[in-house]
């Protein structure tokens, strides 16, 4: 049973470049979320998606925005990408909208030069 | 605001002994916290979860313990391996219409000496 996947694992854009960075959950998951998780911090929440819907979102621009596809994965999009951005970017599955078992993928380590 | 804070930064412990990482958290409304372990490089990895109704729960070498009075969690590990070593997180989830949604803490590093 795979767990959470996400690709690609390491990403090296240019400032004002766009990125797309993909993620598989886990068998049985309907609930994707992304974090950003800067050097030395927590992971930060960025949005929820559910039901091919952003149902939850957090603190961040409109620069950031995401996809879910009907077969559960999910895209994760940032434009206009600052040097700021550069940051482990996760993926957690979980099943429905309930707080329940969260799982992440090794997430995508995403440098801005 | 909504928080979730460590007391300790680092923790550093002889191999064989137990392991203590504290937590406080700040919305009183929340009834679900997860303990994650995070290893260089790589995605952080669910050791256990606990809901409010409870105020202790254990696992495979693992206990949480729960103090709603006081909004504090703990983890324990029993007879910490070298392989403990790592950043334990810990994370609270909102609740009511924000299920799913999780509040991480700074991190605390266990560093284990064999």
């Known amino acids: 049973d795979a767990g959470v996947t996400q690709s690609p694992t390491h990403l090296i854009k240019t400032r004002g470049q766009q990125v797309t960075l993909r993620c598989s959950p886990k068998?049985?998951?309907?609930?994707v979320s992304w974090y950003q998780q800067a050097l030395g911090q927590g992971p930060q929440f960025i949005f929820q998606?559910?039901?091919?819907?952003?149902?939850q979102r957090g603190n961040f621009p409109d620069r950031f925005s995401g996809h879910q596809f009907p077969n559960y994965s999910s895209e994760l999009n940032v434009n206009a990408l600052l040097l700021g951005d550069s940051a482990l970017y996760l993926c957690?599955?979980?099943?429905?909208?309930?707080?329940?078992?969260?799982?992440f993928g090794q997430g995508t380590r995403l440098t801005v030069v | 605001g909504e928080s979730v804070g460590l007391h300790l930064p680092t923790l550093s412990v002889q191999e064989g002994d137990n392991s203590i990482i504290n937590c406080a958290y700040s919305?009183?409304?929340?009834?679900?916290f997860i303990w994650y372990k995070q290893e260089s490089g790589k995605g952080p990895q669910f050791i256990i979860d606990?809901?409010?109704?409870?105020d202790k729960r254990q696992g495979q070498r693992v206990t949480v313990l729960l103090n709603k009075t006081v909004k504090h969690l703990s983890l324990q590990i029993a007879a910490t391996q070298p392989g403990d070593s790592a950043v334990y997180f810990c994370?609270?989830?909102?609740?009511?219409?924000?299920?799913?949604?999780?509040?991480f803490g700074q991190g605390t590093e266990l560093s284990v000496k064999p």
């Open positions: 957690a599955s979980s099943w429905g909208l309930a707080d329940t078992e969260a799982f």
């Open positions: 068998s049985g998951h309907d609930t």
């Open positions: 998606y559910y039901e091919e819907e952003e149902r």
């Open positions: 919305n009183s409304a929340s009834d679900y």
């Open positions: 606990i809901r409010s109704n409870m």
């Open positions: 994370a609270e989830g909102m609740g009511n219409n924000q299920g799913g949604k999780l509040i």
